[in-house]
DNA sequence: CAGCATCCCGTGGGATACTG
DNA sequence: CAGTATCCCACGGGATGCTG
């Protein structure tokens, strides 16, 4: 039996700086949830209106801010269209796909614990 | 804890509620580092003072809030030991354990947006 | 319309001290 | 040791108004 050293020092450094490191790129309560409207809606105009007024109870300056660190993590993709009054159409890009199976993970534990709380009690 | 259903036009409300209810969990930048912690350390002693130790940067205070919430959520286990002075240990959970996909995605999404800004530029 | 500037308030969380 | 209680401040984010 093999023992571990006693003085153990932070266990698992590498793994607790890679989860902090997505913490800092996807974290806050928004931003996996405008990536996971994008990315469900790959063809479609997504205007900054049209994503303030779908993603109930977000703020446009609070918009504002989480797209502009999503385009700067190249996670979407910012495009100015020619209209009458400017219009900005917002896409999700090849890189911010790859969040995808984490947004997947989440929505599948967060239904599975909501099944699990309904049958307690 | 979980949140009331929204009257929510926006598509795919079903994901985006539980998306928003493991956030209500999970949430906040302490919590899956916690999990992840008492997952690695399944077997072994981990005291209030331990984790405040190898967990860096959190404090007793907010450490105190988290744990009383995982406890809640049943994710962890609380047990007061009949030491001297008193002492808590900590541990994962069978339902904890269920964390750890999610967990493991973030790491390697992590590791690996961590590679792809290396080889920028 | 998109999004910035201002003002303003609530609160999350640090520092410190105290108790069982 | 494992928390709890207080004080206190920074800042996240709401509301509103303005501009290109």
Redesign the pocket.
Known sequence: MIKKPLTDPAPCTGNLLAMTDTFDILG??WKLLILHYLILREDINN????I?RDIV??????L??E??ELEFNQLIK?EEQKTK????AYSITEYGKSTKEIIDILVQWGQTHRIKILNED
């Open positions: 806050g309560k205007t900054f209106k049209k303030e109870g977000i703020s446009a300056k609070v504002s801010k797209l502009k910012r009054p400017i219009t900005v």
